[in-house]
């Protein structure tokens, strides 16, 4: 029992990391409608960047110097990809950001180097103790991050001033251009809070796993946490996190020998088709009503 | 004053009906059709055949697939390499371990494929949009990893299987040119069908659905049989690309070769080509097949300055860049400026 439990922990803490990287698809699709697949690759060129930079700057320096970049190019996305296709099916959005996805994996990979790197900023992976029960302290680091950085992201979007013009860009764009909201504005702020977003998740899934390229695959894990969250709802990724995390760790641990293991790759996917059939818009996404 | 729509008079129901009712078109695609059977082996060399043509066709006939699905009946999917997957291991084991005839068992694992995608079709029955698109991701897992540990399939997680010697009623099917016209008889008889079905009650269904499915329900289609049909025709076309592809290419079943990656290129064939054309789905199938081919061979020309990782990044970095270009530019995908081009030359040389 101890032993499930642990695993369960280990799940959470986990799942709480596939939150990180679901809320960046959250909040661009929030509050531009796109659904932006270049997240992933987003992550893995602010972890490249930090590396990088690293060999120059302290950490500090460094962590700044990979913020400016990020807000750089958000701006850039802005004005080079998404302000051409404004108005666009959302369809042909998609795909140029799986576009965007191969053109940042390139660039950072050109300047950085393909070759795995470590990521040390400075947290022990070292279990400890609590109550009879092991927990990883980089682990709880994270979940704290993660948390702290939610409960900024829900502040801001519900009672700062532009997050409030930002849920209105989300509504309707053409209402809010009428009201005085600049949409050019409203979309990089957008896209560079994801870049932040995405920086975090660089760090800490970069000192986890290395700096390489299957970090971008990172966000295949995050997807069915969006799903099962709902594409819009902020504390949907968090919540959905954490249920398949802790779920596809149990299911791994305790199902896994039976059928041949790796079942982690595709469990939670299985888990979000499950819940989708009852639930079609996740567990907190926005429903549509349709009407003909 | 070269392309005319006037001067047809159609007398006859037959006429009406017919799959080229305008006298250049079916011109057109006679003369194509003499290039691609008569020209092409007098023309190409066995390494264009083998490793230009043969790609382009198939993938095309895979991105043919993808479109009745996400151009026609309008449902995503992100996983539809793994069909092609299915399709490969399929008519492998139905050819190499079974003696079913070839051209059988390249049939029969479109038709695996095609019972495999009716399965992960179900979902889009009740989720739509953004949430069916990532769910679709869970076929890829899913079958990546059923083909990988389903030991009587393919023999473990780094098992491949190889093709044995193609035969086609007595004829043994080795040289490139072979290869090259089994795989073409496919893509146009499919081809064919695919054009005429599009035109059939099914794919009038398929297009209301895609404008709306509710109002699609109110007037008296099936979503339930529609939405299953487009996932299972889709799938064939896509299992049957892919044995193609793994007896003409590949030479070996490998999971590797229909991962997400390709997935994304087949999407990509068919936003680029053109939603909801069959033009377009060759047009797409060409751009992506013959990109990197001609990226390659583009820095080969200027050689040296790359190294092989920094030209992978480039690579990478052109094709991304391309993507987002074309999109700006064309969004409705090059099958668009096709449209454009007739536009233009019903009127030429005189101004309007």
């Given at each position: 029992?101890i032993?499930?439990?642990e ?30 697949f270049?997240q ?6 602010a ?11 302290p950490?500090?320096l460094?962590?700044?110097a990979?913020?400016v970049?990020m ?5 850039g996305?802005e ?5 051409p296709?404004v108005a666009?099916?959302p ?7 799986i576009?965007?996805?191969f053109l ?7 300047i950085w180097g ?9 947290i ?5 103790e ?10 709880l680091?994270?979940?704290?991050l993660s948390?702290?950085l939610?409960f900024?992201l ?7 001033k ?14 809010a ?7 050019n ?6 896209w ?5 977003v ?8 970069g ?9 971008s695959?990172?966000a295949?894990?995050?997807?069915p946490v ?5 594409i819009d ?5 968090i919540?959905?996190g954490l249920?398949?995390g802790?779920?596809?760790?149990l299911?791994?641990?305790?199902l ?5 293991g790796g ?5 939670p996917?299985?888990l ?8 079609p ?8 009503i349709e009407?003909? | 004053?070269i392309y005319r ?13 017919a799959?080229?009712?305008i ?7 006679i003369?194509?059709?003499i290039?691609a059977f ?10 264009w055949?083998?490793s230009?043509?043969i790609?382009f066709l ?5 991105a043919?697939?993808?479109n ?7 449902q ?5 390499a793994?069909f092609?997957a299915?399709?490969a291991?399929?008519s492998?084991?139905?050819?190499g371990?079974?003696e079913?005839?070839?051209l059988?068992?390249l ?23 953004f ?14 990893w ?11 997680v780094?098992?491949?299987v190889?093709?044995?010697p193609?035969e ?7 040289t ?7 795989v ?7 081809t064919?069908?695919?054009?005429n079905?599009v ?11 895609r ?5 699609a329900e ?9 939405k299953l ?8 076309y ?8 793994t007896?003409t290419?590949?030479?070996a ?19 680029i ?14 751009f992506?097949?013959l ?25 990478l ?18 099958a668009?400026?096709w449209l ?9 040389p005189?101004?309007?």
């Amino acid at each position: 029992m101890i032993f499930a439990i642990e695993v369960a922990i280990g799940g959470l803490l986990v799942g709480v990391m596939y939150s990180l990287v679901a809320l960046g698809f959250v909040l661009i699709y929030k509050s531009s409608g796109v659904f932006n697949f270049a997240q992933g690759d987003m992550t893995l060129l602010a972890a490249l960047a930090l590396v990088g930079f690293l060999t120059i700057f302290p950490l500090w320096l460094a962590i700044l110097a990979v913020l400016v970049l990020m807000i750089a190019l958000a701006i850039g996305i802005e004005a080079i990809v998404l302000r051409p296709l404004v108005a666009r099916p959302p369809l042909a959005l998609f795909m140029a950001t799986i576009g965007l996805g191969f053109l940042l994996q390139g660039i950072g990979q050109g300047i950085w180097g393909t070759d795995p790197k470590g990521l040390n900023i400075g947290i022990s992976d070292m279990p400890f103790e609590v109550k009879g029960l092991m927990v990883s302290q980089f682990d709880l680091v994270g979940a704290a991050l993660s948390g702290a950085l939610v409960f900024g992201l829900v502040w801001f979007f519900q009672k700062s001033k532009t997050g409030r013009a930002l849920r209105a860009v989300s509504d309707d764009h053409e209402a809010a251009l009428s009201v005085g909201i600049p949409l050019n504005k409203a979309w990089a702020i957008t896209w560079a809070i994801s870049g932040v977003v995405a920086l975090v998740a660089g760090i800490m899934w970069g000192s986890r796993l290395g700096v390489q390229f299957s970090l971008s695959l990172i966000a295949l894990k995050a997807l069915p946490v969006l799903i099962l969250g709902g594409i819009d709802s902020i504390p949907g990724a968090i919540i959905a996190g954490l249920v398949v995390g802790a779920s596809e760790n149990l299911a791994e641990v305790f199902l896994g020998p039976y059928v041949g293991g790796g079942i982690q790759t595709f469990f939670p996917y299985l888990l979000a088709l499950l819940v989708l059939w009852f639930k079609p818009y996740g567990m907190f996404g926005r429903e549509i009503i349709e009407r003909v | 004053m070269i392309y005319r729509e006037c001067g047809v008079f159609k007398a006859t129901y037959g006429a009406d009906m017919a799959i080229f009712p305008i006298p250049l078109d079916r011109w057109g695609i006679i003369l194509i059709l003499i290039v691609a059977f008569i020209g092409m082996p007098f023309l190409a060399s066995d390494y264009w055949l083998s490793s230009i043509l043969i790609p382009f066709l198939v993938f095309s006939l895979a991105a043919l697939g993808l479109n009745f699905l996400t151009g026609y009946a309008g449902q995503l999917s992100l996983g539809h390499a793994a069909f092609m997957a299915v399709g490969a291991y399929a008519s492998l084991i139905l050819y190499g371990r079974y003696e079913v005839p070839l051209l059988l068992s390249l049939l029969g694992g479109g038709l695996v494929a095609a019972a495999v995608g009716t399965v992960f079709g179900i979902p889009s029955l009740r989720i739509k949009g953004f949430y069916l698109a990532v769910s679709t991701l869970a076929a890829q897992f899913i079958i990546e990893w059923g083909l990988t540990h389903w030991k009587w399939i393919s023999g473990g997680v780094f098992g491949t299987v190889d093709t044995p010697p193609m035969e086609v009623f007595g004829w043994l099917i080795d040289t490139p040119l072979k290869k090259y016209y089994l795989v073409l008889c496919f893509v146009v008889l499919l081809t064919t069908f695919g054009k005429n079905l599009v035109r059939s009650q099914v794919g009038r269904a398929w297009m209301a659905i895609r404008d709306m499915d509710v109002a699609a329900e109110i007037i008296g289609i099936s979503l339930f049989r529609h939405k299953l049909l487009a996932f299972a025709v889709s799938s064939f076309y896509a299992g049957v690309a892919g044995g193609l592809i793994t007896f003409t290419y590949y030479g070996a079943a490998n999971i590797e070769a229909f991962n997400l990656m390709v997935s994304f290129h087949l999407l990509g064939m068919v936003i680029i080509g053109g939603m909801g054309s069959i033009l377009g789905s060759f047009f797409g199938g060409g751009f992506i097949t013959l990109l990197p081919i001609f990226i390659n061979q583009f820095a080969r020309t200027f050689g040296a300055v790359f190294k092989t990782d920094l030209l992978a990044c480039m690579e990478l970095i052109i094709f991304g860049g391309l993507i987002i270009f074309f999109l700006i530019v064309e969004p409705f995908g090059l099958a668009r400026l096709w449209l454009t081009l007739k536009e233009k030359l019903r009127l030429w040389p005189f101004p309007y």
